[in-house]
């Protein structure tokens, strides 16, 4: 995702960007390890209910012991936060270094306490989701921006924040999905998320009203950012690539009630995710046809 934004997006502007490209990486693998500490340590939580729920992709405590997940947790962290610091203050910026302690931080509350708690785990994981796209602008835009520049490089950071939005939403929608997809693990060990809250009925019913609100949404966002500019095949592109599988997942939602029904529903969103940030790609390359045309 983070390398679709740079070479499909950042890097076919005309402007400064503030990180090299082997700064760059290193931005991405910062990224991907704290994420992979937080699998890490949700594995080590989630080791009773991953037994019921998903037996076959049992790690910790079969594959590798608890004692090793914990010292492979704490070696992601401190070499993500490690390079997080290197580039804070390679770009002048050693306060951003928080973020990715906050990151961090918040996986852990997440797999520790949150998950267990009514939406507050699935509104963190989104965030979490849609801040990964936002860090792009404040680590690449925000330290290259001067008054000279500064109306499009605030223009290329609200096209970020619409993408960070599009992941929340999405991903939200998914969380609740895989709560419901893993219900009977979670009731065993005392979760009270969605489905087990209200029931798995009442729990697709509120994932069909969120996936039509998704969908009037970037209908909404098409219409208005991509037709009134002449980006047909942009349109196109999202027309048969993001909301055709979501109308396709609105349309199985409404009568979803195994889990072999949601982990399908959870999939198809997965693929939504991955389309609508390439989408970035597709719409500067459509502006680049338009301008040579």
Known sequence: MQLIFRYGFLNQQDGYLALADWQYFLFVLSTVLLAAAGYVINDIFDQETDTINRPEKVIVGKAISESRA????????????????????????PSFATIFIFIAACLYFYATTLKKMLLLGNLLVAFILGLSVLIIGVFDLYPATYDGNREKMGLLFKILTDYAI???????????????????GDYNQGMQTLPIVLGINRTAKIIFVL?????????????????????????????????????YALIKSWNAKSSSDFRHLSIILKWVIFFGILSIAVITYNIKINTNA
């Not at 914990?70 to 910026?93: D, E, P, R």
């Not at 599009?166 to 009977?184: C, G, P, S």
């Not at 909404?220 to 095949?233: A, G, I, R």
Request: no cysteine; net charge negative; charged share 10%.
């Open 70 to 93: 914990y010292n492979i947790y704490v070696g992601l962290n401190i070499a993500g936060v490690a390079i997080g610091f290197y580039l804070s203050n390679l770009i002048n910026k």
């Open 211 to 247: 996936l039509l609100a998704a969908i009037a949404i970037i209908f909404w966002y098409t219409n208005q950012h991509l037709m009134d500019f002449n980006l047909y095949y942009a349109v196109l592109y999202v027309l048969f690539l993001v909301i055709g599988p979501l109308l």
């Open 166 to 184: 599009f992941a929340f939403v999405v991903n939200f929608i998914r969380e609740i999905i895989k709560d419901a997809e893993d219900t009977k």
